[in-house]
Protein backbone atom coordinates (compact mmCIF):
# COMPACT_ATOMS: atom_id res chain seq x y z
CA UNK A 1 0.00 0.00 0.00
CA UNK A 2 1.32 3.32 -0.90
CA UNK A 3 -0.66 5.08 1.56
CA UNK A 4 0.76 8.11 5.24
CA UNK A 5 -1.59 7.02 7.22
CA UNK A 6 -1.07 5.20 10.85
CA UNK A 7 -4.35 3.31 10.89
CA UNK A 8 -3.65 1.30 7.69
CA UNK A 9 -1.63 -1.20 8.87
CA UNK A 10 -0.83 -3.29 5.25
CA UNK A 11 -1.11 -7.33 5.40
CA UNK A 12 1.36 -7.62 3.09
CA UNK A 13 4.36 -6.16 4.71
CA UNK A 14 2.77 -6.71 8.03
CA UNK A 15 3.71 -2.85 9.40
CA UNK A 16 1.67 -0.09 10.52
CA UNK A 17 3.36 3.04 9.36
CA UNK A 18 3.55 6.19 10.77
CA UNK A 19 3.74 9.36 8.02
CA UNK A 20 7.41 10.12 6.60
CA UNK A 21 9.61 12.39 9.01
CA UNK A 22 12.99 13.60 9.03
CA UNK A 23 15.25 10.61 10.52
CA UNK A 24 18.62 10.59 11.39
CA UNK A 25 19.32 6.54 11.48
CA UNK A 26 21.06 6.60 14.64
CA UNK A 27 22.13 2.73 16.26
CA UNK A 28 20.24 1.43 19.37
CA UNK A 29 23.48 2.49 22.32
CA UNK A 30 25.40 -0.92 23.82
CA UNK A 31 24.12 -1.03 27.67
CA UNK A 32 28.02 -1.64 28.14
CA UNK A 33 27.02 -4.12 30.15
CA UNK A 34 28.66 -7.53 29.30
CA UNK A 35 25.90 -9.91 28.23
CA UNK A 36 25.86 -13.30 26.90
CA UNK A 37 22.31 -12.92 26.53
CA UNK A 38 20.65 -11.27 22.88
CA UNK A 39 18.40 -8.35 23.39
CA UNK A 40 15.16 -7.86 21.36
CA UNK A 41 14.35 -4.21 21.30
CA UNK A 42 10.46 -4.50 20.18
CA UNK A 43 9.31 -0.62 18.80
CA UNK A 44 5.10 -0.92 19.32
CA UNK A 45 2.10 1.01 19.94
CA UNK A 46 -1.09 -0.27 22.04
CA UNK A 47 -3.39 0.13 18.71
CA UNK A 48 -1.02 -1.14 16.37
CA UNK A 49 -3.11 -4.65 14.56
CA UNK A 50 0.24 -5.51 13.09
CA UNK A 51 1.52 -6.12 16.63
CA UNK A 52 -1.19 -7.67 17.79
CA UNK A 53 -1.11 -10.08 14.57
CA UNK A 54 2.72 -11.31 15.48
CA UNK A 55 1.71 -11.88 19.53
CA UNK A 56 1.88 -15.63 18.31
CA UNK A 57 5.37 -15.58 16.80
CA UNK A 58 6.53 -13.54 19.97
CA UNK A 59 5.12 -15.69 22.14
CA UNK A 60 6.53 -18.52 20.84
CA UNK A 61 10.19 -16.94 20.93
CA UNK A 62 10.14 -16.46 24.44
CA UNK A 63 8.98 -20.20 24.72
CA UNK A 64 11.61 -21.73 22.67
CA UNK A 65 14.34 -18.85 23.06
CA UNK A 66 12.98 -16.62 26.40
CA UNK A 67 16.25 -18.32 28.37
CA UNK A 68 18.99 -16.47 25.44
CA UNK A 69 16.82 -13.16 25.10
CA UNK A 70 16.25 -10.22 26.78
CA UNK A 71 12.92 -8.28 25.53
CA UNK A 72 12.92 -4.47 25.63
CA UNK A 73 9.60 -3.06 24.98
CA UNK A 74 9.63 0.66 23.35
CA UNK A 75 6.53 2.62 22.82
CA UNK A 76 6.35 3.92 18.79
CA UNK A 77 3.35 6.74 19.08
CA UNK A 78 1.57 5.53 15.78
CA UNK A 79 -1.73 7.64 16.26
CA UNK A 80 -0.64 11.59 17.91
CA UNK A 81 -4.28 12.78 17.34
CA UNK A 82 -6.86 13.23 14.26
CA UNK A 83 -5.01 16.13 12.32
CA UNK A 84 -4.47 14.81 8.98
CA UNK A 85 -6.25 12.83 6.01
CA UNK A 86 -4.67 10.58 4.17
CA UNK A 87 -4.64 7.12 3.25
CA UNK A 88 -8.09 6.84 2.73
CA UNK A 89 -8.63 7.89 6.30
CA UNK A 90 -9.59 10.87 7.54
CA UNK A 91 -11.99 9.47 10.78
CA UNK A 92 -12.62 7.28 12.80
CA UNK A 93 -15.56 5.16 11.77
CA UNK A 94 -12.84 4.68 8.43
CA UNK A 95 -10.49 2.52 9.83
CA UNK A 96 -13.32 -0.26 10.95
CA UNK A 97 -14.11 -2.08 7.94
CA UNK A 98 -10.05 -2.06 7.66
CA UNK A 99 -9.46 -4.06 11.06
CA UNK A 100 -12.12 -6.29 10.31
CA UNK A 101 -10.02 -7.18 7.09
CA UNK A 102 -6.98 -8.03 8.65
CA UNK A 103 -8.66 -9.48 11.61
CA UNK A 104 -9.10 -12.22 8.99
CA UNK A 105 -5.64 -12.18 7.51
CA UNK A 106 -3.54 -12.46 10.60
CA UNK A 107 -6.43 -15.07 12.14
CA UNK A 108 -6.29 -12.86 15.58
CA UNK A 109 -9.67 -11.08 16.87
CA UNK A 110 -10.17 -7.31 16.09
CA UNK A 111 -13.51 -6.02 16.29
CA UNK A 112 -13.39 -2.70 13.90
CA UNK A 113 -16.58 -2.11 15.29
CA UNK A 114 -14.63 0.14 18.41
CA UNK A 115 -14.34 2.94 15.66
CA UNK A 116 -17.80 3.45 15.05
CA UNK A 117 -19.28 3.21 18.79
CA UNK A 118 -16.55 4.72 20.83
CA UNK A 119 -13.61 5.46 18.60
CA UNK A 120 -9.90 6.48 20.40
CA UNK A 121 -8.67 10.22 19.91
CA UNK A 122 -5.35 9.05 20.27
CA UNK A 123 -2.87 6.31 21.23
CA UNK A 124 -0.76 8.27 23.77
CA UNK A 125 -2.43 7.54 26.58
CA UNK A 126 -2.66 4.03 26.76
CA UNK A 127 1.20 4.88 25.81
CA UNK A 128 2.09 6.82 28.83
CA UNK A 129 0.22 4.27 30.82
CA UNK A 130 2.56 1.34 29.39
CA UNK A 131 5.67 3.55 30.40
CA UNK A 132 3.94 4.06 33.93
CA UNK A 133 3.95 0.31 34.19
CA UNK A 134 7.33 -0.05 33.15
CA UNK A 135 8.52 2.08 36.26
CA UNK A 136 6.79 -0.36 38.37
CA UNK A 137 7.84 -3.98 37.02
CA UNK A 138 8.73 -4.64 33.50
CA UNK A 139 7.25 -8.14 33.49
CA UNK A 140 3.62 -6.84 34.48
CA UNK A 141 3.66 -3.63 32.25
CA UNK A 142 3.85 -6.55 29.58
CA UNK A 143 0.90 -8.11 30.86
CA UNK A 144 -0.40 -4.85 31.21
CA UNK A 145 0.08 -4.27 27.19
CA UNK A 146 -1.85 -7.46 26.48
CA UNK A 147 -4.79 -6.81 28.81
CA UNK A 148 -5.41 -3.14 27.10
CA UNK A 149 -5.29 -4.81 23.49
CA UNK A 150 -7.41 -7.45 24.57
CA UNK A 151 -9.75 -4.72 25.83
CA UNK A 152 -9.50 -2.91 22.42
CA UNK A 153 -9.05 -5.34 20.14
CA UNK A 154 -11.73 -7.66 21.34
CA UNK A 155 -13.87 -6.48 23.76
CA UNK A 156 -13.73 -2.94 21.98
CA UNK A 157 -13.22 -0.57 24.98
CA UNK A 158 -11.83 2.27 24.72
CA UNK A 159 -8.22 2.09 25.98
CA UNK A 160 -7.73 5.76 26.23
CA UNK A 161 -10.15 6.10 29.06
CA UNK A 162 -9.13 5.99 33.08
CA UNK A 163 -11.47 3.40 33.69
CA UNK A 164 -10.35 1.30 31.00
CA UNK A 165 -6.57 1.80 31.95
CA UNK A 166 -7.20 1.09 35.32
CA UNK A 167 -9.20 -2.11 34.64
CA UNK A 168 -6.29 -3.88 32.55
CA UNK A 169 -4.35 -2.67 35.39
CA UNK A 170 -5.42 -4.00 37.93
CA UNK A 171 -5.57 -7.61 36.26
CA UNK A 172 -1.83 -7.25 35.27
CA UNK A 173 -1.29 -6.86 39.58
CA UNK A 174 0.02 -3.28 38.93
CA UNK A 175 -0.87 -0.91 41.94
CA UNK A 176 -3.15 1.74 40.94
CA UNK A 177 -2.25 4.47 42.87
CA UNK A 178 1.44 4.67 41.73
CA UNK A 179 0.67 4.33 38.13
CA UNK A 180 -1.92 6.93 38.22
CA UNK A 181 0.51 9.06 40.01
CA UNK A 182 3.16 8.43 37.72
CA UNK A 183 1.57 9.54 35.04
CA UNK A 184 0.15 12.63 36.24
CA UNK A 185 3.21 13.77 37.71
CA UNK A 186 4.98 13.43 34.52
CA UNK A 187 7.49 10.69 34.55
CA UNK A 188 5.38 7.95 32.58
CA UNK A 189 5.57 11.13 29.68
CA UNK A 190 9.22 11.55 30.28
CA UNK A 191 9.63 7.94 29.29
CA UNK A 192 6.88 7.75 26.95
CA UNK A 193 9.17 11.10 24.70
CA UNK A 194 12.36 9.68 25.69
CA UNK A 195 11.11 6.41 23.53
CA UNK A 196 9.53 8.82 20.96
CA UNK A 197 12.81 10.33 20.44
CA UNK A 198 14.50 7.10 20.14
CA UNK A 199 12.14 5.54 17.29
CA UNK A 200 12.37 8.96 15.59
CA UNK A 201 16.40 9.21 15.36
CA UNK A 202 16.21 5.70 14.95
CA UNK A 203 14.33 6.21 11.39
CA UNK A 204 11.69 3.94 12.58
CA UNK A 205 8.10 5.20 10.65
CA UNK A 206 6.35 1.61 11.13
CA UNK A 207 5.15 -0.95 13.66
CA UNK A 208 6.31 -3.54 14.34
CA UNK A 209 10.03 -2.91 14.59
CA UNK A 210 12.10 -5.23 15.79
CA UNK A 211 16.19 -5.18 16.69
CA UNK A 212 17.95 -8.10 17.67
CA UNK A 213 21.42 -7.00 18.78
CA UNK A 214 24.53 -9.00 20.40
CA UNK A 215 26.77 -7.69 23.62
CA UNK A 216 28.91 -6.82 20.86
CA UNK A 217 26.58 -4.69 18.29
CA UNK A 218 25.93 -7.09 15.64
CA UNK A 219 22.60 -6.49 14.80
CA UNK A 220 19.22 -8.05 12.51
CA UNK A 221 16.59 -5.83 11.88
CA UNK A 222 12.93 -7.36 11.60
CA UNK A 223 10.45 -4.87 10.09
CA UNK A 224 6.72 -5.68 10.06
CA UNK A 225 4.70 -8.67 10.85
CA UNK A 226 6.83 -12.02 9.73
CA UNK A 227 6.67 -15.92 10.19
CA UNK A 228 8.03 -17.39 12.84
CA UNK A 229 11.05 -19.16 10.83
CA UNK A 230 12.23 -15.65 10.02
CA UNK A 231 12.95 -14.05 13.84
CA UNK A 232 14.58 -17.78 14.39
CA UNK A 233 16.97 -17.30 11.22
CA UNK A 234 17.79 -14.01 12.94
CA UNK A 235 18.14 -15.12 16.10
CA UNK A 236 20.42 -18.15 14.91
CA UNK A 237 22.83 -15.77 12.87
CA UNK A 238 23.60 -14.04 15.47
CA UNK A 239 23.86 -16.62 17.52
CA UNK A 240 24.44 -19.78 15.62
CA UNK A 241 25.11 -22.10 18.97
CA UNK A 242 22.06 -21.16 20.05
CA UNK A 243 19.98 -24.44 21.61
CA UNK A 244 15.81 -23.78 21.79
CA UNK A 245 13.86 -25.44 24.41
CA UNK A 246 11.40 -27.63 23.54
CA UNK A 247 8.21 -27.10 25.73
CA UNK A 248 5.22 -29.03 26.25
CA UNK A 249 2.49 -28.15 24.33
CA UNK A 250 -0.21 -28.99 26.04
CA UNK A 251 -3.57 -26.60 26.34
CA UNK A 252 -2.91 -27.16 30.86
CA UNK A 253 0.90 -25.71 30.22
CA UNK A 254 0.35 -23.09 27.73
CA UNK A 255 -2.33 -21.52 29.97
CA UNK A 256 0.49 -22.00 32.96
CA UNK A 257 3.04 -19.66 30.65
CA UNK A 258 0.05 -17.33 29.63
CA UNK A 259 -2.94 -16.05 31.21
CA UNK A 260 -4.98 -15.90 27.90
CA UNK A 261 -4.64 -17.52 24.39
CA UNK A 262 -6.15 -17.38 21.15
CA UNK A 263 -7.04 -19.77 18.39
CA UNK A 264 -4.33 -18.54 16.53
CA UNK A 265 -1.74 -18.57 19.29
CA UNK A 266 -2.71 -22.17 20.60
CA UNK A 267 -2.40 -23.15 16.94
CA UNK A 268 1.09 -21.53 16.67
CA UNK A 269 2.08 -22.58 20.08
CA UNK A 270 0.80 -26.00 20.21
CA UNK A 271 1.91 -26.58 16.32
CA UNK A 272 -1.50 -27.90 16.02
CA UNK A 273 -3.99 -26.93 12.44
CA UNK A 274 -6.74 -23.79 13.38
CA UNK A 275 -9.70 -26.08 13.00
CA UNK A 276 -8.07 -28.63 16.13
CA UNK A 277 -7.37 -25.97 18.34
CA UNK A 278 -10.39 -24.54 17.89
CA UNK A 279 -12.19 -27.79 18.59
CA UNK A 280 -9.50 -28.06 21.79
CA UNK A 281 -10.51 -25.13 23.08
CA UNK A 282 -14.00 -24.54 22.80
CA UNK A 283 -14.68 -28.61 24.36
CA UNK A 284 -12.40 -27.63 27.45
CA UNK A 285 -14.76 -27.05 30.16
CA UNK A 286 -15.27 -23.91 32.10
CA UNK A 287 -12.47 -21.88 30.10
CA UNK A 288 -14.15 -18.07 30.18
CA UNK A 289 -13.84 -16.22 27.16
CA UNK A 290 -14.18 -12.88 25.50
CA UNK A 291 -15.68 -13.60 22.52
CA UNK A 292 -16.09 -10.64 19.11
CA UNK A 293 -17.71 -10.81 15.48
CA UNK A 294 -13.96 -11.74 14.12
CA UNK A 295 -12.71 -14.39 17.05
CA UNK A 296 -12.14 -15.19 20.68
CA UNK A 297 -9.87 -14.80 23.55
CA UNK A 298 -9.54 -17.64 26.02
CA UNK A 299 -8.69 -16.98 29.62
CA UNK A 300 -7.23 -19.16 32.71
CA UNK A 301 -9.58 -16.85 34.72
CA UNK A 302 -12.12 -14.25 34.31
CA UNK A 303 -10.94 -10.74 33.66
Not at 31 to 54: A, E, Q, V
Not at 104 to 116: L, R, S
Not at 147 to 156: A, G
Request: proline share 6%; glycine share 6%; charged share 25%.
Amino acid sequence: MNNQNPLICDPETGVCEVPESAIQNEKIKNTGIPNDKLRLLYFTDPICSSCWGIEPQLRKLKLEYGHLIDFEYYMGGLLPDWNYNSGGISKPADVADHWDEVSKYYEMPIDGDIWHENPLHSSYPPSRAFKGAQIQDPEKAVSFLRYLRILLFVDKKNITEWKVIEKAAKIAGLDIQQLETDINNGKAEELFLADLKLARNMGLRGFPSIFIRTSNGAEEFVYGSRPYEEYEKRILKLKPEARKINYEKSLENLFANFSSLTVKEFSVLAEIDMMKAYKVLENTADIPKIVSKNGTVYLNEEL
